[in-house]
């Protein structure tokens, strides 16, 4: 005979299994071989449903964001800068298109005394990726210069106060029940 002991838990990676009810998701279950039960279970509807499923795992890359404050946020193309594309980082400039906006940060310049080259920025009103490969004279303390490639949309940017956030990516684990095909 086996014997189960079913729970409700959210992580059964981590050992001990608690009940929990969220009331906004779906709740997982998941069944463990005890030591300490000492009864058979009958059958039952939820052992025969649970058998056609399986838990499966998935682990998905997603933003974090942290909120760095309001930033005054400028523009400046290739043309400003004499045609050169290189920036003081050493990477060429680029901008990512929509598609990509979120994994392929765009370009911006920053100030060195309070970012560092490759910190990754996000701005909601522009909803899009930036990252730090550039600096400017006039680039100072919370403001950073927004890369575009051509002159006419920096004429028509809408320069301005902003609030930004620092990205970082994170690994974030997922659990779902799938069917098991037959």
């Known amino acids: 005979l086996l014997f189960f002991n079913i729970q409700i838990c959210n992580r059964p990676e981590l050992g001990e299994l608690q009940p929990i009810y969220d ?8 069944v463990e071989l005890p030591d300490d039960i000492d009864r058979p279970v009958e ?21 974090e964001l942290t909120e760095l404050g309001t930033y005054y946020i400028t523009s400046y193309c290739p043309a400003e800068c004499g045609g050169s594309w290189s920036t003081a980082s050493g990477a060429t400039c680029h901008r990512a298109d929509y598609e990509n906006r979120h994994t392929e940060p765009t370009t911006c310049a920053i100030d060195r005394r309070y970012h560092s080259f490759g910190e990754e920025f996000y701005i909601e009103e ?11 004279s006039g680039v100072k303390g919370h403001h950073l210069d927004l890369f575009y490639e051509d002159y006419e ?17 994170v ?10 095909e037959e």
Request: cysteine-free; glycine content about 4%.
């Open 126 to 136: 522009f909803d899009r990726t930036f990252v730090a490969e550039d600096t400017g």
């Open 171 to 180: 690994e974030v684990e997922h659990y779902s029940w799938e069917l098991i």
């Open 153 to 169: 949309d920096v004429l028509s940017f809408p320069t301005g106060y902003y609030t930004v956030y620092a990205v970082e990516w």
């Open 43 to 63: 059958k039952s509807p939820i052992l025969e449903h649970l058998s056609k499923y399986k838990l499966v795992r998935t682990v998905v890359t997603e933003m």
């Open 23 to 30: 009331g906004f998701s779906s709740r997982d279950l998941y």
